[in-house]
T-cell receptor, first 118, second 115 residues
Framework: AQKVTQAQTEISVVEKEDVTLDCVYE???????LFWYKQPPSGELVFLIR??????QNEISGRYSWNFQKSTSSFNFTITASQVVDSAVYFC???????????????FGKGTKLTVNP | NAGVTQTPKFRILKIGQSMTLQCAQD?????MYWYRQDPGMGLKLIYY???????DKGEVPNGYNVSRSTTEDFPLRLELAAPSQTSVYFC??????????????FGEGSWLTVV
């Protein structure tokens, strides 16, 4: 069965600190997709990144970087030099290609609330 | 830049009332979804549709109904509202489905309180 675990419920940092948000997933499929979404205080869900199971290259986008490790079933998200505007709830999510009865859904973790203090 | 549009944004319902959450997308996406988000939890899939005239249940469909008469619209109907349906509802769409890894784009959410 699909499962996403974000063990960190809340993280608080001071501006300019680096912070890593952890995501561990479970799946029986060999083909799957991982996502990160940001939910700022205004409530909307903003897509950040998608990664497929065959692409283990890490990715960097400005101050954001993602580390995908199949060996540990993890897809961690690092914010470098955090800013107050990074304060949000961040969700990791998983979808399967359907080899084991997967349906058309994203399975979300419970989210990590990040607070960046000035 | 409309993307996925949901209405209303906020609504208070009395127990037993019914209502419809509206959702429209202008990206010509085939797939549309309704998720609910409870406090401190991730999102759970209520219903989804792979195209006009085709809908299917997600993880938590009880107490809800959907229809998909056009590609653009995917309304969610709550019949006989119950306090357990107090939640934030998100409509979403994607070109193809989650199982093909397509990005799912979400609306801004609808906050529903049942009292």
């Amino acid at each position: 069965a699909q499962k996403v675990t974000q063990a960190q419920t809340e993280i608080s940092v001071v501006e300019k600190e680096d912070v890593t948000l952890d995501c561990v997933y479970e799946t029986r499929d060999t083909t799957y997709y991982l996502f990160w979404y940001k939910q700022p205080p205004s409530g909307e869900l903003v897509f950040l990144i998608r990664r497929n199971s065959f692409d283990e290259q890490n990715e960097i986008s400005g101050r954001y970087s993602w580390n995908f490790q199949k060996s540990t079933s993890s897809f961690n998200f690092t914010i470098t030099a955090s800013q107050v505007v990074d304060s949000a709830v961040y969700f990791c999510a998983l979808s399967e290609a359907g080899g084991h009865g997967g349906s058309e859904k994203l399975v979300f973790g419970k989210g990590t609330k990040l607070t960046v203090n000035p | 830049n409309a993307g996925v549009t949901q209405t209303p944004k906020f609504r208070i319902l009395k127990i037993g009332q019914s209502m419809t959450l509206q959702c429209a997308q202008d990206m010509n996406h085939n797939y549309m979804y309704w998720y609910r988000q409870d406090p401190g939890m991730g999102l759970k899939l209520i219903y989804y549709s792979v195209g006009a005239g085709i809908t299917d249940k997600g993880e938590v469909p009880n107490g809800y109904n959907v229809s998909r008469s056009t590609t653009e619209d995917f309304p969610l109907r709550l019949e006989l509202a119950a306090p357990s349906q107090t939640s934030v509802y998100f409509c979403a769409s994607s070109r193809t489905g989650a199982s093909s890894g397509n990005t799912i784009y979400f609306g801004e959410g609808s906050w529903l309180t049942v009292v």
